[in-house]
């Protein structure tokens, strides 16, 4: 733990695990990774505290429940995504950055209950460029230049985004769910109209929590999946003995795992002190205090990953009560809603791989490797050298034959 004085806010720095859980599962900790990004994440769930927290959460649990989740691996995911893989495997070669984005756009759309009618290229690329707006919206702690002017164009894309997609995604469900259809969407649009009288939301709420499910649904569950990739074909390289294990899907489901522990999507959690915390190892926390918790230090922890905790290891044991991929998921409250859907569940020894749940990260790794995903000789992948953070620019690959 580290404490330093800012001007007049104290930031206490937390790099221990059981500091991190602590924190997490503390109810005088609220959220504040998202301070200056008002514009999408104001009133969104990741933003609430307490009562109001504890209302909107278990309205939105009841679409995050198994039986929505195996219906989604087994049969709408596996599709949507053979339909996006089809014409790069035809083409034989994808960057695994664009292709990343459009199947987690895909896949999220169809949770956060987004509609595209006219199913063109065109429709989804306009899609694709509201969801990044809301990402520089929720992120704008982090810009640089004019904050305002920034915030002002994203709360037009929110505008703009919702006369074309959400208004006619509302209407398509209210006239579903006022024929009493049981086969109505299983979404959190639909979840969150089902009970819109319980939860009395104002349109710009909704619009907002369906925009936000939109951007953590698809960029986390995307650069997951660049990442996990790109790890398995490092890791393939150096273990020729090992080239059918992408044919085991708790292999490639452990893979996921160890590449979400070694790159949580934000690199710290970040919390606001309402009142003055004694966390359990006797680290203080002041009233007042920003806390950040830094999830890179916890999930490369020697003492419960091992000596080589920094490298990626697909076979990679961890100790009871550790999750294999560390906190990327955060703890309490705001313990990630999309954790089994994006990752699936934790395999036990005697996990069963029929009713197993993999997660959509998984299953979309797993179909890429059946088409037969290669690094491409001739274009290597390079970083984007516009954040300090680890994203690729472009990730060449090449599919089908050969593999
Ligand atoms: C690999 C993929 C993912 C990662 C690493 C991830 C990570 C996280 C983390 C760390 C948090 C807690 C943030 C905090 O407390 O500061 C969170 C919360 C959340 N995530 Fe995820 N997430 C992923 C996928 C998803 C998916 C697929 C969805 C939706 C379908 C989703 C929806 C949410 C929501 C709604 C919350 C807020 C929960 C609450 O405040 O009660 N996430 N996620």
Known sequence: MTTAATGESVVVTLSTFADAKDAYRSRDLRQSLYDEGEVVMADVLVNLHGTEHRDRRRVENRMFRRDVFERYERDLFPEVTAQTLAPY?????VDLVHLGHELMLNLAALTAGIDRPEGTAAETARLHAHMMRFIEGATLAHATGDKAAKAAEVARALEEWDAEFLAPSIARRREILAAGDAEAPRDVLTTLLRHADELDLPHHVVRREVAFYLLAGAHTSATAFVRTVDHLLGWFADHPGRAHAHTDPLFLQRAVHET?????????????????????????????ATVVIDLQA????????GPDAAAF????????????FGLSFAAGM???????????????????PDTHLFGLVTGAVGQLFAAGVRHDPEHSPERDTTTARPYWATYPVLLGGGS
Request: proline fraction near 11%.
């Open 89 to 93: 495997v035809a083409a034989g070669h």
């Open 260 to 288: 979400v522990r070694l790159n949580p999507s934000s690199p710290v959690g970040r919390r606001r002190a309402l009142a003055p915390v004694a966390l359990r190892s006797g680290t203080t926390i002041p009233e007042g």
């Open 298 to 305: 916890v999930n490369r922890d020697t003492t419960l990953f």
């Open 313 to 324: 290891d697909p076979d990679r044991t961890v100790p009871a009560g550790v999750a294999p």
């Open 334 to 352: 705001h313990v990630c809603i999309g954790q089994d859907l994006a990752a699936g569940v934790v395999a036990r020894p005697d996990t069963d």
